[in-house]
């Protein structure tokens, strides 16, 4: 069965500075990976996703996050936190291989930004 | 285009009352899902459906249903409320199962 780990329920970072979301995952095949995110009071917004190629991958609002099958680590990372970066941030991951494997959703990792 | 709508926004029950909440869905989507989101434990997958007339079980399917009669539509009921069903309820489609997800604005759910 597929899992997915998000290191750190709260993260705080002051604006301007690096962050950094962890997510590490496990799949016995190779594993689609995504990044939503949740502004207050709102449904989830798909942020960017890896499915095949480029491990690197860029999404909106300059985050991106890089796919290390050796590490099996998907971390989403922006170079300079934004006031409205703040939001709560969920990795989910699913097989490859078409099947019935569903999206399998963290527990999400809350990112305040501050001042 | 809407996406993936659902209503009602906000909603309080009495224990022991039953309810739908209806989510419809405009992008032709074969796979439908409803999820509740309770603090610190993420998503949790209530019942799926992989096209019309088929639905299956999640994580947490009990004291709830649902029917797909139609690609649009997935309405979850709940059958006798209880204060553990107190969440927020995202209903969710994609394209395909493994596919990302689109999500509706959610339902806040009180039940007193």
Same mark, same amino acid.
């Given at each position: 069965?597929?899992?997915?780990?998000?290191?750190?329920?709260?993260?705080?970072?002051?604006?301007?500075?690096?962050?950094?979301?962890?997510?590490?995952?496990?799949?016995?095949?190779?594993?689609?990976? !995504?990044?939503?995110?949740?502004?207050?009071?709102?449904?989830?917004?798909?942020?960017? =996703?890896?499915?095949?190629?480029?491990?690197?991958?860029?999404?909106?609002? %300059? *985050? $991106?996050?890089? *796919?290390? =099958?050796?590490?099996?680590? !998907?971390?989403?990372?922006?170079?300079?936190?934004?006031?409205?970066?703040?939001?709560?941030? !969920?990795?989910?991951?699913? =097989?490859?291989? !078409? %099947?019935? $494997?569903?999206?399998? *959703? %963290?527990?999400?990792?809350?990112?305040?930004?501050?001042? | 285009?809407?996406?993936?709508?659902?209503?009602?926004? @906000?909603?309080?029950?009495?224990?022991?009352?039953?309810?739908?909440?209806?989510?419809?869905?405009?992008?032709?989507?074969? #796979?439908?899902?409803? #999820?509740?989101?309770?603090?610190?434990?993420?998503?949790?997958?209530?019942?799926?459906?992989?096209?019309?007339?088929?639905?299956?079980?999640?994580?947490?399917?009990?004291?709830?249903?649902?029917?797909?009669?139609?690609?649009?539509? @997935?309405?979850?009921?709940?059958?006798?409320?209880?204060?553990?069903?107190?969440?927020? #309820? @995202?209903?969710?489609?994609?394209?395909?199962?493994?596919?990302?997800?689109?999500?509706?604005?959610?339902?806040?759910?009180?039940?007193?």
């Amino acid at each position: 069965a597929q899992s997915v780990t998000q290191l750190g329920s709260h993260v705080s970072v002051s604006e301007g500075a690096l962050v950094l979301l962890r997510c590490n995952y496990s799949s016995s095949v190779p594993p689609y990976l !995504f990044w939503y995110v949740q502004y207050p009071n709102q449904g989830l917004q798909l942020l960017l =996703k890896y499915t095949t190629g480029a491990t690197l991958v860029k999404g909106i609002n %300059g *985050f $991106e996050a890089e *796919f290390k =099958k050796s590490e099996t680590s !998907f971390h989403l990372t922006k170079p300079s936190a934004h006031m409205s970066d703040a939001a709560e941030y !969920f990795c989910a991951v699913s =097989k490859a291989n !078409f %099947g019935n $494997e569903k999206l399998t *959703f %963290g527990t999400g990792t809350r990112l305040t930004i501050i001042p | 285009n809407a996406g993936v709508t659902q209503t009602p926004k @906000f909603q309080v029950l009495k224990t022991g009352q039953s309810m739908t909440l209806q989510c419809a869905q405009d992008m032709n989507h074969e #796979y439908m899902s409803w #999820y509740r989101q309770d603090p610190g434990m993420g998503l949790r997958l209530i019942h799926y459906s992989v096209g019309a007339g088929i639905t299956d079980q999640g994580e947490v399917p009990n004291g709830y249903n649902v029917s797909r009669s139609t690609t649009e539509d @997935f309405p979850l009921r709940l059958l006798s409320a209880a204060p553990s069903q107190t969440s927020v #309820y @995202f209903c969710a489609s994609n394209l395909r199962q493994n596919t990302e997800a689109f999500f509706g604005q959610g339902t806040r759910l009180t039940v007193v």
